[in-house]
């Protein structure tokens, strides 16, 4: 019989086992755009399931999964800042918009 430590050791090498599946397959779709936002759940996944399983055997692969969650995670918010910005600072037509052309008044 095994004992209750044991038994909870073995639960979390499981979750780090996960954490680095979820962050390879959020370092996968997070950089396509049709599922972006399915990769930043498996990136947040990732970083839930390594910070549980850290105390497990696979420590590693734990470690792994927190810092590819956290990269997809940060290239994302990058990426979505740098659309914003762009679409808000260009005009309808296409044009951006352009402060040092001189005033035809």
Known sequence: ???ASAQARASSDHFAVGALACGLAAL???FLPAVVFLGWLLAILAILFGVVGRNSARRAMAICGIGLGAVVLLTG???LTLAVVGQVSTNR???SYD???PSTR
Do not use: F, P, Y
């Open 1 to 3: 019989m095994e004992s």
């Open 28 to 30: 996968l779709l997070g």
């Open 77 to 79: 918010l990058v990426a």
């Open 93 to 95: 037509d296409g044009s």
């Open 99 to 101: 402060d040092t052309t």
